[in-house]
């Protein structure tokens, strides 16, 4: 049951995480596979979300985020996407891969906090 109750956390965190750090990311990916208890992979995430983003983190994860659209966008979504990508305003750009998921019923996203901004 705590297992279960760490993926859906992760589940939840995983790009808010990505958003923040890279190197958290990865850590907290290792001790998942590594079975790692909810209070350890709670308090990983707690501390990459004090982290404050790089432009460098925050591309990466929206750029992951678009992976789950890019094959299925409008040519007008990927124009709009590649604007906002190039710019640093990514509570625009998240906003953006919130409606994204929304109108293509991803719910994997819509369950992750990152969109919840």
């Known amino acids: 049951m705590d297992q279960k109750k760490t993926e859906i956390l992760w589940r939840e965190e995983k790009y ?6 890279q190197n958290y990311y990865n850590a907290i990916r290792q ?9 350890e992979i ?9 982290l404050t983003p790089t432009e460098g983190s925050m591309r990466n994860a929206c750029q992951h985020m678009w992976g789950y659209f890019k094959k299925v966008a409008t040519e007008e979504e990927k124009k709009q996407y590649e604007q906002l990508i190039q710019t640093t305003s990514f509570s625009e750009l998240l906003t953006f891969l919130r409606q994204l998921a929304e109108k293509y019923g991803v719910t994997y996203l819509l369950e992750s906090r990152v969109l919840e901004r």
């Open 31 to 39: 001790a998942m596979k590594d079975k790692g208890a909810y209070e």
């Open 16 to 21: 808010n995480v990505m958003f923040h750090s």
């Open 42 to 50: 709670s308090a990983l995430i707690e501390q990459a979300l004090n």
